[in-house]
């Protein structure tokens, strides 16, 4: 289970994330949405540990990110925006390396490897360096590397940006696996289709912060629409109309003074 409590991040002046709290539950995919800038990977950066919070707690099953690193770590697999691969490994050691950071060994390895390699349709690379792969390619080896010490918590940011139809496919078809596992699933993607029909709760955060959250049938009902995308579009247009009288009125309480 994910969890996240009062969370704040400032870059300087510019505040990336603003009390910011929710939960991702054990057996569901939770969807976190928004646009560019809305604080969303810096939430996920924070959970994964390679970003310290200025205030509030980021757990993964209890574990602080902050306090416990190396606890968290041994629970998450990750998907993050940037997917840095080694130019010099093939897609094969890149999985096998990871792997034998989370402690597999031998055969169990191996076969978890080739699992992988399958799942993603991915052994006509799999045995070559990964300089000069595609924007897809890439993503096939990190979403593999992320996933195959089958972590019990699983972070995904756009996992099935640059993918064919057929691989996108069989990337919506493996995380349903890991939810019905029981397993934690937080995703973040622009492709509102995807998801409506993955995520059971959906979290979307602008300007920092969250502005609505619930089940897609939740924010059905909050905006009047049934379909994800003018969901989101809703839901935006409110919070900037929100924004912008908030403005007028703190700049009018200044003039005013």
Known sequence: ????????????????????????????????????????????????????????????????????????????????????????????EHVRYYGRLHGMKGEALESAIEEMIDTLVMRDVADR??????????????????????????????????????????????????????????FSSHIMSEVQALCDRIIVMGHGRIVAEGTPDDLADLTGEADLEEIFVAIARDEAELKKRTEFEALKETLDA
């Open 129 to 186: 360096r990964t300089k000069g792969f595609s924007k897809g390619q890439t993503l096939k080896v990190a979403l593999a590397r992320a996933l195959v010490h089958k972590p019990h918590n699983v972070m995904l940011d756009e996992p099935t940006n640059g993918l064919d139809v057929d691989s996108s496919r069989a990337v919506r078809d493996m995380v349903r696996r890991i939810r019905d596992e029981g397993r934690c699933v937080l």
């Open 1 to 92: 289970m994910i969890e996240v409590r009062n969370l704040r991040k400032s870059f300087k002046e510019l505040v990336a994330v603003e009390n910011v709290s929710f939960s991702a539950k054990d057996g569901e995919i939770t969807g976190l949405i928004g646009p560019n800038g809305a604080g969303k990977t810096t939430t996920m950066r924070i959970l994964y540990t390679i970003m310290r919070p200025d205030s509030g707690q980021a757990l993964v099953d209890g574990f602080d990110a902050v306090a416990d690193p190396q606890q968290v770590q041994r629970r998450i697999g990750v998907l993050p925006d940037n997917r840095g691969l080694y130019p010099r490994l093939t897609a094969r």
